[in-house]
Antibody, heavy 120, light 107 residues
Framework: EVKLEQSGAEVRMPGESLTISCKGSGYTFRNYWINWVRQMPGKGLEWMGRIDPDDSYINYNPSFQGHIRFSADKATKSVFLEWTSLRASDTATYYC?????????????WGQGTLVTVTA | DIQLTQSASSLSVSVGDRVTISCRASQDISNFLNWYQQKPGKAPKLLVFDASYLETGVPSRFSGSGSGTDFILTISSLQPEDIATYYCQQYDKLPNTFGQGTKLVIK
């Protein structure tokens, strides 16, 4: 069974750093891109970007580029989403999702989401 | 960026209704359009990919149609468990984008 397990909820203050994780199991981890999707409270879905776990090639959504960083670790079958300086507006649930194939951008499997709360 | 506009942010529905949810793209995206269902507090779930292909395990009352700029998700006979928010997503051009969502509410 394909599974994406995300790290737990986090509370941080503005300006702090944070890394959340997404661990894949039940499939060949390096063969499938992982996408990140943001959902602010009560709002819709926003595509943040994606990473190829095999070579760490990344596509960022320009709306997020420069404020976040993706990385991957094949040894632990995990991908990571990092902020170096959080803002209150980063408060949201973040989902990782496995892309079907390189050429097909549908998101077949999703993690359970990580709620990030940024508050003074 | 390609904009996806779902015609209704909310639809008032009854069990047994035939429900159609539309999604319009700001430019031609061929059939690179997917549909997701999201229930409160849960992760989205893929329903339809490439405009008209039903994901494995999704009930046959769901169907997708369209190409180019206009797409429709149809629920042939709404069941109580279908009450959720539905999103379209395009992957023709980066950045991938989602529609704003259509929330089904019971009349």
């Amino acid at each position: 069974e394909v599974k994406l397990e995300q790290s737990g909820a986090e509370v941080r203050m503005p300006g702090e750093s944070l890394t959340i994780s997404c661990k894949g199991s039940g499939y060949t981890f390096r063969n499938y891109w992982i996408n990140w999707v943001r959902q602010m409270p009560g709002k819709g879905l926003e595509w943040m970007g994606r990473i190829d776990p095999d070579d760490s090639y990344i596509n960022y959504n320009p709306s997020f580029q420069g404020h976040i960083r993706f990385s991957a670790d094949k040894a632990t079958k995990s991908v990571f989403l990092e902020w170096t300086s959080l803002r209150a507006s980063d408060t949201a649930t973040y989902y990782c999702a496995r892309q079907s194939t390189v050429m097909k951008g549908y998101l077949e499997n999703w993690g359970q989401g990580t709620l990030v709360t940024v508050t003074a | 960026d390609i904009q996806l506009t779902q015609s209704a942010s909310s639809l008032s529905v009854s069990v047994g209704d035939r429900v159609t949810i539309s999604c319009r793209a700001s430019q031609d995206i061929s059939n690179f359009l997917n549909w997701y269902q999201q229930k409160p507090g849960k992760a989205p779930k893929l329903l339809v990919f490439d405009a008209s292909y039903l994901e494995t395990g999704v009930p046959s009352r769901f169907s997708g149609s369209g190409s180019g700029t206009d797409f429709i998700l149809t629920i042939s006979s709404l069941q109580p468990e279908d009450i959720a928010t539905y999103y379209c997503q395009q992957y023709d051009k980066l950045p991938n984008t989602f529609g704003q969502g259509t929330k089904l509410v019971i009349k």
